[in-house]
């Protein structure tokens, strides 16, 4: 069976504690509170790869998208060169829901989408 390639859906790591230097490379590490005040700003960083990513002209992240819960937040567009793949976005949560989750996707030029995603308790 052939292996799927980095275009075919959303790439995601199979197993956090052992991965890949593509892996390492691309996901979304997420740097936020693990509970939020409902109505309160909390900032959330975002960071591609434990293992720094080109930002060359062949070679780069493109775009990163934010959602919290079933809210679309943010895309922060990239240029190669003249940017880092690293964001800090200010998000608030309203109290509909005790837990969201915020969903990191971001687009490398050659190998596709990759995301990382992270519950979030929302507190009164």
Same mark, same amino acid.
């Given at each position: 069976?052939?292996?799927? @390639?980095? &275009?075919? @859906?959303?790439?995601?790591?199979? /197993? $956090?504690?052992?991965? *890949? ?5 691309? *996901?979304?590490?997420? /740097?936020?509170? /693990?509970?939020?005040?409902? #109505?309160? %700003? &909390? $900032?959330? *960083? ?11 002209? @062949?070679?780069?992240? $493109?775009?990163?998208?934010?959602? &919290? #819960? $079933?809210? &679309?937040?943010?895309?922060? /567009?990239?240029? %190669?060169?003249?940017?880092? %793949? ?25 190998? #596709? ?7 979030? *308790?929302?507190?009164?």
């Amino acid at each position: 069976m052939a292996e799927k @390639g980095p &275009f075919c @859906g959303i790439n995601k790591p199979q /197993d $956090q504690a052992n991965m *890949t230097e593509a892996e390492k490379k691309h *996901t979304p590490w997420l /740097d936020c509170p /693990d509970t939020v005040k409902a #109505g309160e %700003p &909390f $900032q959330v *960083t975002i960071k591609v790869g434990e293992i720094p990513h080109p930002m060359e002209e @062949g070679h780069h992240i $493109q775009w990163i998208e934010v959602s &919290f #819960g $079933q809210n &679309f937040n943010a895309r922060i /567009d990239l240029t %190669p060169v003249f940017t880092r %793949p690293e964001v800090t976005v200010t998000l608030v949560k309203q109290s509909a829901h005790k837990t969201s989750t915020l969903r990191v996707v971001e687009r490398c030029n050659l190998h #596709g989408l990759w995301e990382a995603t992270k519950e979030i *308790t929302v507190g009164e």
